[in-house]
């Protein structure tokens, strides 16, 4: 599935991954390849970003918001303040703050 996390300043990752984990309202949630349509608000937290590998992303190293897991390094993670994410046709799209 595809992801693109984008801030009012900036794209801050585009890329092929394999899951992503969001901060819900609700609590947080993963959605994989061929997750059902879903929009939903989020919360300040973490978006987990799990990848099947690190060539080809596009990350924006000016604002340095997507970190690599210090364990994992197929993981990245940003932090937002809060936001919205939708789901549709396995493009995912994070609008964060």
Known sequence: ???EIVSPEAT???SEVDSVVVPGVLG???MLNNHAAIVSLLKAGTVRIKTHSNSNLVVD???AQV???KDDKKV???KINSGT???KD???IVLAD
């Open 1 to 3: 599935m595809y992801l």
């Open 12 to 14: 801050l990752f585009s």
């Open 28 to 30: 947080d949630f993963e």
């Open 61 to 63: 190293e000016l604002h």
């Open 67 to 69: 970190i690599p897991h």
């Open 76 to 78: 990245l993670t940003v």
């Open 85 to 87: 994410v939708e789901m």
């Open 90 to 92: 396995n493009k995912v």
